[in-house]
T-cell receptor
Framework: QKEVEQDPGPLSVPEGAIVSLNCTYSNSAFQYFMWYRQYSRKGPELLMYTYSSGNKEDGRFTAQVDKSSKYISLFIRDSQPSDSATYLCAMPVSGGYQKVTFGTGTKLQVIP | GAGVSQSPSNKVTEKGKDVELRCDPISGHTALYWYRQRLGQGLEFLIYFQGNSAPDKSGLPSDRFSAERTGESVSTLTIQRTQQEDSAVYLC????????????????FGDGTRLSIL
């Protein structure tokens, strides 16, 4: 079993829709949870991070963590064509430095 | 520039050749990471540098892979005797420090080198 599982998609939605992207993980030691956005032929960029369980909101984006279920989500409200990208969840593994385990990424397409 | 710079952006080479991939991190970033991203797969950790030292080389797939960093700046990833399975995007990232808490020290990625082995 992979440490981090993520549905690869692709996920296609109409502009304005609410998007839900999800990951499950197996390592209960994970404490920080990150979402990266990767546009085609570009490097990933950190979108949001959260610590432990709960919600965090940033504009149209909300990150949600449920540690009891080992399940994290990223919600995008009022989705825009510019949100079309691959979204990767990621978790740093403790070990003295920021060693990050990434999900495979979900490709999102927002149709105008 | 202000971001992480990688060169070349694309590299096509024949099986068995050696390749060198270069990463210029953000100035002042002490931590540097190399990842491999195969088509349809997540990022695979290769190696981590703190300064010029590499405390963790555990992700290097074989002894054909090596990396070095000099001047606490530029890093080079070398793949010897390339194989077709080495075809991937090789990404470099740097961060101000290497604390596990990512909030103030996120990893900034370059756009990668797309390596194709014929």
């Amino acid at each position: 079993q992979k440490e981090v599982e993520q549905d690869p998609g692709p996920l296609s939605v109409p502009e304005g829709a609410i998007v839900s992207l999800n990951c499950t993980y197996s390592n209960s030691a994970f404490q920080y949870f990150m979402w990266y956005r990767q546009y085609s032929r570009k490097g990933p960029e950190l979108l949001m991070y959260t610590y432990s369980s709960g919600n965090k909101e940033d504009g149209r984006f909300t990150a949600q963590v449920d540690k009891s279920s080992k399940y994290i989500s990223l919600f995008i409200r009022d989705s825009q064509p510019s949100d079309s990208a691959t979204y990767l969840c990621a978790m740093p593994v403790s070990g003295g430095y920021q060693k990050v385990t990434f999900g495979t990424g979900t490709k999102l397409q927002v149709i105008p | 520039g202000a971001g992480v710079s990688q060169s070349p952006s694309n590299k096509v080479t024949e099986k068995g050749k050696d390749v060198e991939l270069r990463c210029d991190p953000i100035s002042g970033h002490t931590a540097l990471y190399w990842y491999r991203q195969r088509l349809g797969q997540g990022l695979e950790f290769l190696i981590y540098f703190q300064g010029n030292s590499a405390p963790d080389k555990s992700g290097l797939p074989s002894d054909r892979f090596s990396a070095e960093r000099t001047g606490e700046s530029v890093s080079t990833l070398t793949i010897q005797r390339t194989q077709q399975e080495d075809s991937a995007v090789y990404l470099c990232a740097s961060s101000l420090g290497s604390e596990v808490f990512v909030g103030n020290q996120p990893q900034h990625f370059g756009d990668g080198t797309r390596l194709s082995i014929l």
